[in-house]
C-alpha cells in the first residue's frame, strides 16, 4: 500500500543525535554524544516526598485534566524567580509545556509559513532545526563569536525585513558551549529594536548552570519584553517530567494556548503538582549549587585533557557553564564522521557538526558532553578521542 504522506514530514529530518545514541547502547563505549544531565544528581528522595505530599493534598485535583496554561502556583514560581535577573515577567504571560522542545513546535505553528526566512546561530540548537524544518522555512545564519553574534551579520539580515524569527541560545550555547556577552546583548537589544519586525526567541535551558564568570541578564530585559523566553526543568530537576515553559507578550501567549490545545490540551497535571511541591519544601538553589559545582569540575576535567592532548591545530570551547564543549580540527582533513567511525573502534563518542548547520558545512566540528561522565571516565575518554584525531589528521 502506498501512503501519501505531507512533503513536509518526509523533508524533515530524524533526529541525528537519537540516531548516534543507538551507536552508543554498548556499555563498553564512552559516550560524550547525548546531552544528558548527571543522573546521579536527580533529586529523586525529595521527588519522591513532593509527589506523596501531592498525592496526599492535591489528590484528585493533581490526576484530572487542567488548564492548557499550566498550573497556577508553578506559573507564579517561574514568573517570581525572572525577578532576581530585574525582569518583569507576569503569570499570565507564562504558558507551561511539554518541554521547552514543545515551545518551538507551537511556535512554528504560529509564525512560520514556507519559504518564511528564519535567523539561526552558526551553529544552531539541532532540535530547533528539526522543529522548525517541519514548516518549510528559509534559514538564513549568521556566525557565533566568541563572544555572541556576528552583529554587523545580524543587522544586515534584520534590515531587510524578511526574517520572521531569530532563534538563539545565548547562554551556554548548544552546540558551542558560547556565552553572549553583556555588551553583545545590549547591542543585539539595540537592533532588535529598531527592527522590530522581527521575533527574537531567547532559548535558555541552560542559563542556570553557570559555574565560573557572572550571570548575565536575559536579553528579555533589553527588548523591553517583546521577545520570547524559553525555560525548562529538564537540567535544573529532572527531563523525565518534561515540564518546559515560555514567555511571551500576551497575544503569543494567547495563541500559543490555542495551538496547544490542539496538540495535547495541557501538560502533565501531575508532574506540575509534583514540581510545584518540590519547589515549595526545597531549596532549588541549593540544588542547582551542587549541579553546577559538579558540572564545573567535569568541565574543568574536559578542558585539561584536551589541553594536554589534542593535537596541534585543533581549538575548543572553555565554557564558563552548560554541559557542553565545541572542538574544531583544521580544515580540509575530511569529515567528523570519519573520526566518529575511528573513535567508535577505540569504544568512545561525540556528536559530529554537521547536522549543527543548515547549508552542509560543518564538517570539521564536533561537539562533546560532559555533565553525564566521571572526572576519570572523561580524562581516559578524551585522551583515547586525541589519539584518534591525530590518526584522522595524519
Known sequence: MSFRFTKRIQ??????????????????????????????????????????????TAGARALQYSTTEGYVELRAWIASRYSRHGVTVDPDQVLITTGSQQCLDLLGKLFIEKDDEVILERPSYLGTIQAFTMFEPRFVTVDLEEDGPNLD??????????????????????PSGLTYSRAKREELGKLLH????????????????????????????????????????????VPGFRLGWMVAPPEIIRLAVKAKQAADLHSSTF???????????HSIDDHIAKITACYGSQASAMVRTL??????????????????SWVTL????????????????????????????????GQNTLRLNFSNASEQVIDDGITRLCRCMKDFLK
Not at 14 to 34: H, M, N, W, Y
Not at 271 to 281: D, H, M, S, T
Open 271 to 281: 508532574n506540575q503538582f509534583v514540581i510545584a511541591e518540590y519547589l515549595k519544601k
Open 153 to 174: 551579520q545580524v543587522e544586515s539580515l534584520l534590515a531587510t525585513g524578511r526574517p520572521k524569527l531569530f532563534y538563539a541560545v545565548p547562554n551556554f550555547q548548544n
Open 307 to 324: 589541553e594536554r592532548e589534542a593535537p596541534e591545530g585543533v581549538i575548543f570551547t572553555r565554557p564558563e557553564g552548560g554541559m557542553f
Open 330 to 361: 583544521p580544515e580540509g582533513k575530511g569529515s567528523c564522521m570519519d573520526l566518529f567511525n575511528l573513535a567508535i573502534e577505540q569504544k568512545v563518542a561525540f556528536v559530529p557538526g554537521m547536522p549543527f548547520y543548515t547549508d552542509g558545512t
Open 11 to 56: 523533508n524533515t529530518p530524524k533526529s541525528f543525535i537519537r540516531e548516534i545514541l543507538k551507536v552508543t547502547q554498548d556499555p563498553s563505549i564512552t559516550s560524550f554524544a547525548g546531552g544528558l544531565p548527571n543522573p546521579n544528581l536527580f533529586p529523586i528522595e525529595a521527588l519522591q516526598d513532593a509527589a506523596r505530599e501531592t498525592l496526599a
Open 194 to 237: 529598531k527592527y522590530p519586525e522581527t521575533v527574537f526567541i531567547e532559548d535558555d535551558p541552560y542559563g542556570e548552570l553557570r559555574f565560573t564568570g557572572e550571570h548575565h541578564k536575559p536579553l528579555f530585559a533589553y527588548t523591553g519584553g517583546r521577545s520570547i523566553m524559553l525555560g525548562s526543568f529538564s537540567k535544573i530537576t
